[in-house]
């Protein structure tokens, strides 16, 4: 359900009982909105705001591999570009696309070809918008239909899947800490309003290529290291990553250490860090100061960190 505004009443509700995170919340949305933007993977579905093509991807993407994906869902567009052109199929042509594709469960193609009939005769020829109207879709679940409204008509609310809970419980540490967070408040509260189709598609980016099980922080530039408690902490794990990834004795273990050790100090001198950082820290060993400047170099050119060098010193704070 939504508003003459097209924000959800869910998005509402969670942004009346906000929980107190982040305090900079704008800032936390412009950074991730702004480095979706910048550079992120093109799938054709991202192209277009038609109902019928996004739940068409949606179905498609449920336990195969968005490469995989992509010829086909071209493939079946071609074959029948419209709800209307599907409805008018043979089912059992919809199943053996579906197989020959290797797609997954059949119900899933035999689902798809009811939805399309059900968009005729129910509805006209044009698709219902909402979240809940979308569940009324033969074979069209809560995530699914949400990720319809969002795509298609910007009227959705946060999407939650395992991929964006990864994301939440890493970066907040509220919620790495609760004992059963509340995934969807935070998502809510998190996502501007009336903004579902931007929001959905750059926060699901970010658990696809920078927060995935092996994070990969800094190779992917994600926008959320100034906040994010994993990062700081180096604790990786997730509900989806019960144990860490490969993490230890790595370049972003002792990324964390640097911010969480000059998050205690206003400032500190390099040899003074780098014996903070690790026990076998020697200035001039392999592990020394070389070492150490190269992390910092990282960490200031994230802006995570200001170095000031003189000519006998090297000083560092938290940018």
Same mark, same amino acid.
Request: aromatic content about 10%; glycine content about 8%.
């Given at each position: 359900?939504?508003?003459?505004?097209?924000?959800?009443?869910?998005?509402?509700?969670?942004?009346?009982?906000?929980?107190?995170?982040?305090?900079?919340?704008?800032?936390?949305?412009?950074?991730?909105?702004?480095?979706?933007? %910048?550079?992120?993977?093109?799938?054709?579905?991202?192209?277009?705001?038609?109902?019928?093509?996004?739940?068409?991807?949606?179905?498609?993407?449920?336990?195969?591999?968005?490469?995989?994906?992509?010829?086909?869902?071209?493939?079946?567009?071609?074959?029948?570009?419209?709800?209307?052109? &599907?409805?008018?199929?043979?089912?059992?042509?919809?199943?053996?696309?579906?197989?020959?594709?290797? &797609?997954?469960?059949?119900?899933?193609?035999?689902?798809?070809?009811? %939805? %399309?009939?059900?968009?005729?005769? +129910?509805?006209?020829?044009?698709?219902?918008?909402?979240?809940?109207?979308?569940?009324?879709?033969?074979?069209?679940?809560?995530?699914?239909?949400?990720?319809?409204?969002?795509?298609?008509?910007?009227a959705g609310d946060a999407v939650v899947d395992t991929n964006v809970k990864r994301v939440l419980y890493r970066a907040f540490?509220?919620?790495?800490?609760?004992?059963?967070?509340?995934?969807?408040?935070?998502?809510?509260?998190?996502?501007?309003p009336g903004e579902s189709r931007i929001w959905n598609n750059a926060i699901m980016e970010l658990g696809g290529v920078a927060?995935?099980?092996?994070?990969?922080?800094?190779? %992917?530039?994600?926008?959320?290291?100034?906040?994010?408690?994993?990062?700081?902490?180096?604790?990786?794990?997730?509900?989806?990553?019960?144990?860490?990834?490969?993490?230890?004795?790595?370049?972003?273990?002792?990324?964390?250490?640097?911010?969480?050790? &000059?998050?205690?100090?206003?400032?500190?001198?390099?040899?003074?860090?780098?014996?903070?950082?690790?026990?076998?820290?020697?200035?001039?060993? +392999?592990?020394?100061?070389?070492?150490?400047?190269?992390?910092?170099?990282?960490?200031?050119?994230?802006?995570?960190?200001?170095?000031?060098?003189?000519?006998?010193?090297?000083?560092?704070?938290?940018?």
């Amino acid at each position: 359900m939504t508003d003459h505004d097209g924000v959800s009443s869910r998005g509402l509700a969670a942004a009346a009982d906000a929980p107190s995170l982040p305090a900079d919340r704008d800032a936390v949305r412009t950074a991730l909105v702004e480095w979706y933007e %910048a550079d992120h993977r093109e799938f054709p579905w991202r192209r277009t705001t038609d109902p019928y093509e996004i739940l068409v991807s949606e179905v498609m993407s449920q336990q195969t591999q968005l490469d995989r994906v992509v010829p086909a869902w071209e493939d079946f567009l071609e074959r029948w570009p419209t709800a209307a052109a &599907l409805a008018d199929a043979d089912r059992s042509d919809v199943v053996a696309f579906w197989s020959d594709h290797s &797609l997954g469960y059949n119900n899933r193609a035999k689902y798809l070809h009811e %939805a %399309a009939t059900q968009v005729g005769t +129910e509805y006209g020829g044009e698709f219902p918008e909402s979240p809940g109207e979308l569940q009324e879709l033969m074979g069209v679940g809560p995530y699914t239909a949400n990720a319809v409204a969002s795509f298609a008509f910007n009227a959705g609310d946060a999407v939650v899947d395992t991929n964006v809970k990864r994301v939440l419980y890493r970066a907040f540490e509220e919620i790495h800490n609760a004992d059963d967070p509340n995934y969807e408040t935070v998502a809510n509260a998190l996502m501007p309003p009336g903004e579902s189709r931007i929001w959905n598609n750059a926060i699901m980016e970010l658990g696809g290529v920078a927060c995935g099980k092996n994070p990969r922080c800094d190779e %992917a530039g994600c926008p959320w290291r100034e906040w994010c408690h994993a990062y700081q902490t180096g604790d990786f794990t997730a509900p989806d990553v019960p144990t860490q990834p490969s993490f230890e004795g790595s370049r972003r273990q002792f990324r964390g250490r640097i911010v969480r050790v &000059l998050s205690n100090h206003e400032e500190m001198d390099l040899d003074t860090l780098g014996h903070k950082i690790r026990v076998d820290y020697t200035p001039e060993g +392999e592990h020394g100061r070389e070492w150490l400047r190269g992390l910092l170099s990282d960490l200031a050119d994230d802006e995570l960190l200001e170095v000031e060098e003189s000519d006998d010193e090297t000083i560092t704070r938290l940018g």
